[in-house]
Structure formats: C-alpha cells, structure tokens
C-alpha cells in the first residue's frame, strides 16, 4: 500500500468525517440505552406530558413513600406491559399506565422501604389463593405490609361520571392519593375501626351510607358491621355507630354499650354516635342509657318557620329540611357551613353542669325561627326558637398507660344527616362535619390519619401515549432518525470535499 496515500487531503479529510460519523452515532446509541435504563431505574426522569400531572406524585403521596416504616409492596396485578401499555380497561378509556407510573414513583422515593411487582393472575394463582377473602383480578392493587393489607380495585382509583346535559362521559383519576393512603393504612401502627351495629332493622342501612363509609376509608379508619343482639362489640372499635334502630335494645344489648362507654382500659379516646328518626317506635331501655349520659330525645319533628332557613324543592320549601345555625365551638372554627338536616327530632340536654364527670354540650342547632311539631304539616303561627338537634356528652378518665382519653356520646334526632342523598355533595357541610366529628371522639384530630382524594378530571385533549409508544418514539427519534441525518450530513460533507 502507497504510504503517501495517507497522507493526502483526499485520505484525511474523507477518513476523518467518517470515522467523526461513526463516533457520534455510537455515542448518541450509547446515550440512548443509558437514558433508557436510568428512565427505568428513576422513573422521575421521564417527562409528565399531561396537563393536569397525572404522572406526577403529590407532595403528600411523596411525604407517604418516604415515610413508609414498613417494608411495602404494591402488588399491581396484570403485566407490566399491559399496564404501561394502557391495555387494562382500555375499553373504559382508562389511562392504567398511571397506575405504574405513580406505583413506581412512590419505589423511587423510598427504594428500601417501597417496592413495586407486576403479579399475572394468570401465572401466579398461589398469589391469588393467598388472600382468600379477597376476589383479586386484573388492574387491582395490593399494597402490602406485615402489618396488614390494602386492596385497591378500579372504582377506587378511577370514577367515569356522564354529563346529564351532554351526554358526555367524564374521566376521574384518583390514583394518586389512593395509592398514597393504601401505603400510609398499612403502615399504621394501629386503624381505628368504626363498627356499625346491626339486628334491629336499622334506618341507614349499608347501602344507604356509602358515601360514608367511603369518607371513613379514605381517612385511614376500617368499617365494619355486626349484629349486637348475637355478637359482641369489636375491641378494636374506636366508634360504635347505632344508626336509627327501628325496635328497642334489650336490657343485654344496652349492657354492651354502656359497659363499652364505661371502658377505662381503652388507650385511646373512643365513642357510641346514635341516630334517630320522628317515625322511631318508643325505645325506653336504649333511651334511659342516653338520659344517664344526660341526653333525652323527645318526639316530635323539627320544622323551621322562615323559607329563607329551609331547602326549597320544586314544589317549594321543604320546611322539615332545615340547614343548622349553630355548631359545636369545637368544630365551628373549621366554617361547617350549609349543614342540612332532615326528619330531625328534637334533643334535649339534660345536664346543665357535669354531673358524675359528664359534660353534655350542643352539637347542632337550628336558627331561632324553628319549632317543634307533632305533624310536618306548618303551623300558622308557631312558638319559634332555638331547638337542639344533635348533643354531644364527655366524660375524661385516665387509662392504665397514665394518659387521658374521653368517652363520648352523640346523638342525633336525625339520621338522613348522614345518608348519601346529601352527604355526598360538596355543597351541604354534612361530610366535613361527620370526618371532624368522628376525628375528635377519637382523638386522631391532629393525627396524619388520611389523604384527602381529589378526582381529577382527565381532559380528552391530554397527551395519553402510552410508556411503550413513548418508549418506541424515542427510540426511532434517537437511534434511527437523529443518528442517519448526522450520517447523511456527514457524507455530503465528504462528498462535497472530495470534488474540491
């Protein structure tokens, strides 16, 4: 070979663009594969495109992932292309990459506490056979502690409401703060449980509270039912709900509650909330339990005189649906505005002072233009005032860990207060008022219990690529595309050098 030959312009130049070609697109592929695997092992680094940061954790859900004391799984059941693939409920319009996005993220945060594994039913049945109690399919979530267990399916982390207008379908996300208090339920030390009783043919049946029972869950407290007339009250209750029984307690039942009031090895401050109904039969042995806690409940409805104080319907004023003028001190500073009451009986208080360490103070009352009647028919010229229609009595005790607890007891003289049919709106004060309520009784007010779940509404204008699309765009805009053009650059620049 012509040693001279290497030393021409011709040898120089050419080699040089070429092997300067070569050089780049072996290092543009090497910068590819490296921010592929980064992307992989921080899943932060990949850009949340949607305009509502669907893709993003919240501060709260990051402070929950840090704070995991526990070794946490999240179980995501399905594979992980089908996830990051949107092809789990892909009929619904479901973004489920979210799902893994956001799961992965929370790992990311917290990588020794935190972890994330893709479970197919379809292979791994003895996962599936392990929670017996549960009907675990696809796009359902377990997060895991040994602690205790969270099962979170689509309804808990996506909501499809239709436009009654429009017709047009609405797409909700709550993923992220459903993953968040699933994390933070099993890493609790303890769950307080709100046990509703049952066996006496209750007014506010299971399926008449779930907007309820949902706001309970969502703060990080268990629900559960039993039948008090066969079993005994949960230990664990931190609230005993008696919700409107239509036949009265025996004299064996009524023991269990008090006995359950009276319980001073209770570490913690717990409570009986009892509600009421005008159609109520006469109850005397679940009402002498009240009146020892200086509470009556009186016959007898609650109507108010003034329109202006009443929900007015199609038909005009609803006078026996009355919002509430005046609320408990200890929950008015947080403005419980617009508190509707339905069907209420009067409450009288019976304690003026504390009689045997029982102090018994309002929790609701009407405006002074109410009144009591015996029909819901209006009088013409009613005797108004300010009438009771929710009292609250405590009694404090020191347990045996030398801490203070209370006792309480709340009773309403209504019990659509708590009812879907206007404690899901937003725009009546019945839902706040129930979570404070319930978080004072048990003294898990100034306690991080829950995360408050805000739907967000998921626009149809949002860029919905999925992982894998966006995976293979880059890879065809990095690898293949950018890496040609610089090759086709650099041989029309050799090209245009040769013929000089």
Known sequence: MNKKFFKTEKFKHGTMATVFTAVFIVLVIVLNVITSALADRFPSMNIDLTSQGLNSLSDKALDVAKNAEYKTTIYLLGTEANYKD???YANYNLRYSQVANLAEKMQEANPEMVNVEYIDPDLNPQFISSYPDETLTTGMVVVQTEKRYKVLTVTDMFNIEQDSTTGAYVYYSMVDGALANA??????????????????????????????????KENSFEVVEFNIMTEAIPENAAVLFIPAPTTDYTKEEVDKVRAYLEDETKTYSHSVIVTGDPNQTSMPNLYALLEEWGIGVESGIILDSDESNVLSSSSGPAYNCYFTNNVNEVFAENGYSAMITINSR???????TVINGIEVTPLLQTN????VSQSTEASEDPDTGVVTSAAMAERAYT?????????????FGDTTVFADTYFSSTAFGNRAFTLGLVQHTTGTADKTLGITINPTATASYDIVMSASVANFVGFIIFTVIIPLAILALGLFVFLKRRHL
Do not use: Q, W
Request: with cysteine; net charge negative.
């Open 399 to 411: 347990a045996p860990d030398k801490n203070m607890y209370a006792s309480y007891l709340c009773v």
């Open 183 to 216: 994390v933070h339920l099993a890493n609790l030390m303890n769950v307080p449980v709100v046990a509703f009783a049952s066996g006496h043919s209750e007014l506010l049946t299971a399926s008449l509270r779930t907007s309820m029972e949902a706001l309970f």
């Open 368 to 371: 002074d233009t109410a009144y």
């Open 86 to 88: 949107d092809l789990i």
């Open 346 to 352: 009067p409450i009288e208080i019976l304690f003026n």
